[in-house]
């Protein structure tokens, strides 16, 4: 069992940036792949960016690629998202996920939201135009 607390969401100008934060408690992450999902208003829960176990391997959603950034420390339990260059359609709330018998990120990208083991409770981010 692993618990899962995000931090870092607010609101933000278009252009600008966040980072967002993933804690884990419970068991350590290393044996999990990691991701982030947004929902927004009115919208399904979407893919964002999942990270592997040893963290050498990413994979983004296309919205997203080239403006946002994985990365785990296994040490600390927590995973990051860097965003850059935000947009106001990038405004949702930004939830973390785990699971342990998906083997890779790219998997993770594939597979139904609600086929996940791990979520926390997400954070807001709010972009203005």
């Known amino acids: 069992q692993v618990q899962l607390v995000e931090s870092g969401g607010g609101l933000v100008q278009a252009g600008g940036s966040l980072r967002l934060s993933c804690a884990a408690s419970g068991r350590t992450i290393f044996i999990y792949v990691m991701g982030w999902f947004r929902q927004a208003p009115g919208k399904e829960r979407e893919f964002v960016a999942a990270?592997?176990?040893?963290?050498?391997?990413?994979y983004y959603s296309d919205s997203v690629k080239g403006r946002f950034t994985i990365s785990r420390d296994n040490a600390k339990n927590t995973v990051y998202l860097q965003m850059n260059a935000l947009k106001p359609e990038d405004t949702a709330v930004y939830y973390c996920?785990?699971?342990?018998?998906?083997?890779?990120?790219?998997?993770?990208?594939?597979?139904?939201?609600?086929?996940?083991?791990?979520w926390g409770q997400g954070t807001q981010v709010t972009v203005s135009s």
């Open positions: 990270i592997n176990r040893s963290g050498g391997i990413t």
């Open positions: 996920a785990a699971d342990r018998d998906i083997l890779t990120a790219e998997a993770m990208g594939t597979m139904s939201p609600k086929s996940l083991d791990y």
